[in-house]
């Protein structure tokens, strides 16, 4: 083979290299993800559109590509696989010295795929870091009563709270979805958990005998209100009923005594009159005789 043939090939292999190089630099990004492209460790593309593009290959630049709308877990005090790591103790230490059994989810997203991947080394481990120290604060500031009790949501609600402060102070680009949690109880072990659901189960029969107790309390308030109006508006009718019959007969005797005044024996003689008729219907009268020696008997036997 001829020097200038030798030449050619060489050319040809060199320029079929040199294209295969640059069309290894074509990336794609799906419609759920974007992308971060690097040339010589300096971010030029930040959040890449989906879409196709191009990128200096390696070794001169590099593409990182990750899905951005989706959310991800990433669980507190405890790990999803036994071969995710070392295992997590999900035993925490409460305010008033006592232990609970506490586990939780944070729901994230990646704001920033560029603050993601440049920002630290391992953000996942820097968001588990950052929920277990929330969780702690957390916990050491309640007692257990209102840790297992009353305060679950302002857990999520702290927790959430300070893990985003932290992750926005590293700048690491995680926006947190929501908190949730998946188990916070006594231990399991010692029949510790026994015993707090007794005292949870002796609490709610307080709870109802209380509620049970302001039932019947007010059912009675309000029959003994409702009597109380009953008799009140009784009472009002007799005083309206007493004072009408008193003024009628305030009048009667007013037109009396100007009737007296004008003709006294006569008004006299109708009184007496109208009295007799009145009381003489209503009298029982008895007639004996006179026995021997003019006595008479007068009982009467009814």
Known sequence: MSRSRIKASAGVLAALSATLYLASGVYSVQSDESAVAFVFGRAIARDVLPGIHWNPPRPFGRVAVARTATNFMMPIGY?????????????????????????????????????????????????????????????????????????????????AQGV???????????????????????????????AFQDVQNARADRERAALEARAYRDQVLAEAEGEAERRIAE?????????????????????????H???????????????????LPNLETYIVESGENGTVNLRVLR
């Open 235 to 259: 009472a009002r009718a007799d005083r309206h009923r007493r004072i009408e019959m008193a003024r009628g007969d305030a009048d009667r005797f007013r037109s009396l005594a100007r009737e």
């Open 261 to 279: 005044a004008a003709a006294p024996r006569v008004t006299e003689q109708r009184l007496y009159l109208e009295t007799l008729e009145r009381l």
């Open 79 to 159: 790990r999803a696989y036994a071969a995710a790591g070392p295992a997590i103790s999900d035993l925490w230490l409460t305010g008033d010295t006592n232990i609970v059994t506490a586990r939780l989810n944070v729901q994230y997203s990646i704001g920033s795929l560029a603050d993601y991947r440049i920002a630290h080394e391992t953000p996942r481990e820097l968001l588990r870091s950052a929920g277990e120290r929330m969780l702690t604060r957390f916990l050491i500031s309640e007692g257990v009563d209102g840790v297992l009790a009353g305060r679950r949501a302002a857990l999520r609600k702290d927790v």
């Open 164 to 194: 985003q402060e932290l992750l926005d102070a590293e700048g690491v680009g995680i926006a947190l979805q929501s908190v949730t949690i998946e188990e916070l109880a006594p231990p399991r072990e010692g029949g510790v958990q026994e």
